[in-house]
């Protein structure tokens, strides 16, 4: 089945993504207003993060981390592996792939990079994030860089697509704001703001292109 998977999911990342429409779904938002838009802050600083996805007991399983608790504006949070833009990196992608073998141990040529998804704002640290996905062929041998993963969770690409995964309660951000927040409840881990968008429109694109993930 995996190897079915890859291929479809190779197909599908020829076609427009979807963006911004997939996004919504996901996206916090004021209570006063669903449809205001946050400003965009001058010269947001350039971000890349890694979505992989490999097989466990031959279905298609994505990978997060938790970040630790910190004083910082994604404390606690759970995330696709990734950083800053830094100068010696050669493009977002290079961000990436440098990203996820520093923080969880992955190299390069291991992964097979499908393609981009689109990229997401994050007000709170005035970051725009640029995602990736990417294959691996087996469950990988992670070596988690402390300072940057406090854990790591192996979520299968069916349950996102489950009845009621989809929940909404006020988070309040790294600014004070309180924002409702819509939320995939991960057995009770909350995997909301940019990383859920991007989750969003992976699951459209699955959806769109028919593509199977059980």
Same mark, same amino acid.
């Given at each position: 089945?995996?190897?079915?998977?890859?291929?479809?999911?190779?197909?599908?990342?020829?076609?427009?993504?979807?963006?911004?429409?997939?996004?919504?779904?996901?996206?916090?938002?004021?209570?006063?207003?669903?449809n205001l838009e946050p400003p965009q802050l001058l010269k947001p600083k350039n971000?890349? &993060?890694? @979505? #992989? !996805?490999?097989?466990?007991?031959?279905?298609?399983?994505? %990978?997060? /981390?938790?970040?630790?608790?910190?004083?910082?504006?994604?404390?606690?949070?759970?995330?696709?592996?990734?950083?800053?833009?830094?100068?010696?990196?050669?493009?977002?992608?290079?961000?990436?792939?440098?990203?996820?073998?520093?923080?969880?141990?992955?190299?390069?040529?291991?992964?097979?990079?499908?393609?981009?998804?689109?990229?997401?704002?994050?007000?709170?640290?005035?970051?725009?994030?640029?995602?990736?996905?990417?294959?691996?062929?087996? &469950?990988? @041998? #992670? !070596?988690?860089?402390?300072?940057?993963?406090?854990?790591? %969770?192996? /979520?299968?690409?069916?349950?996102?697509?489950?009845?009621?995964?989809?929940?909404?309660?006020?988070?309040?951000?790294?600014?004070?704001?309180?924002?409702?927040?819509?939320?995939?409840?991960?057995?009770?881990?909350?995997?909301?703001?940019?990383?859920?968008?991007?989750?969003?429109?992976?699951?459209?694109?699955?959806?769109?292109?028919?593509?199977?993930?059980?």
């Amino acid at each position: 089945m995996f190897e079915k998977f890859t291929d479809e999911l190779q197909q599908a990342f020829r076609h427009p993504l979807p963006g911004k429409a997939a996004h919504e779904l996901l996206k916090p938002y004021l209570k006063i207003n669903k449809n205001l838009e946050p400003p965009q802050l001058l010269k947001p600083k350039n971000a890349a &993060v890694m @979505t #992989l !996805i490999y097989p466990v007991d031959n279905t298609p399983t994505l %990978l997060f /981390i938790e970040r630790p608790v910190y004083d910082g504006a994604h404390s606690g949070q759970i995330a696709f592996p990734g950083g800053k833009i830094e100068k010696s990196d050669t493009s977002f992608l290079d961000a990436a792939l440098r990203e996820t073998q520093e923080e969880i141990g992955i190299e390069r040529q291991h992964i097979k990079v499908v393609g981009p998804l689109s990229e997401v704002y994050v007000l709170a640290s005035n970051f725009m994030v640029y995602p990736f996905v990417g294959l691996l062929n087996e &469950v990988p @041998t #992670l !070596i988690l860089e402390e300072k940057e993963v406090a854990n790591t %969770l192996e /979520i299968p690409l069916y349950r996102f697509f489950e009845k009621d995964i989809i929940k909404e309660k006020v988070i309040k951000n790294a600014l004070g704001f309180n924002l409702m927040a819509p939320y995939y409840d991960l057995d009770g881990k909350v995997l909301w703001g940019a990383t859920a968008m991007m989750v969003s429109e992976l699951c459209a694109i699955l959806k769109q292109q028919n593509i199977r993930v059980q």
